[in-house]
């Protein structure tokens, strides 16, 4: 059986991106309140490995809001042509601005306008004012590079515990815990 679950992600992430019809790398991300309680929506992961597994996003969203609350987050993996899913809990930390630049900088131009031109999870009066605020950041980095707006940046969940879920035949599904520990990782199979 796998020892390293960051490996056997890799394994699994790389035949998603083989079999889904689109966005292997989308997951839910569910938060919670300073009270407890939860929120869900997907994401997209951008980046994995030992220290961890993050995402972008806009700190002034409700997801934001809550991981600044309450910095523990768990992510979740559906691949459906392969009846898998992974489960990662874990705490979470900011990105360096570095990292965050870095990334920015790999988006398409678009994407980066609207970032500038979106107050994420602020309710618009009317769609056209989305459109107007582009408008305004298209014009203000006219021929420019787009920096990245200071309440955009990334989110790096640190995982504790690992899940890998697959289906079998018979609902005999198998189930791969993995928790983190001083040393290393300890395993366990759980009931389907
Ligand atoms: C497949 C998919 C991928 C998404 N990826 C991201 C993402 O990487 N970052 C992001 O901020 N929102 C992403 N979204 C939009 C979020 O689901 C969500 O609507 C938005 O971030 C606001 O969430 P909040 O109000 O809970 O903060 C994605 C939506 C879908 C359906």
Known sequence: MADDPIKLFDDWLAEARAAELNDPEAMALATAD??????????????????????FTNVGSRKGEELAANPVASLLFHWKSLRRQVRID?????????EADEYFATRGRDSQL??????????????????TRFEEARMRF?????PRPPYWTGFRLLPERIEFWEDR???LHHRRLFTRRDDGWSIGL???
């Open 190 to 192: 759980l009931y389907p």
């Open 90 to 98: 874990g705490s979470i930390e900011r990105v360096s601005d570095a």
């Open 34 to 55: 300073g009270e407890g309680r939860p929120s869900v929506r997907m994401v997209l992961l951008k980046g994995h490995g030992v220290d961890g597994f993050s995402f």
């Open 114 to 131: 609207g970032a500038w031109a979106s107050e994420q999870s602020r309710p618009l009066d009317h769609r056209g004012t989305f459109e």
């Open 142 to 146: 006219d021929g420019g590079d787009v």
């Open 169 to 171: 035949p018979h609902r």
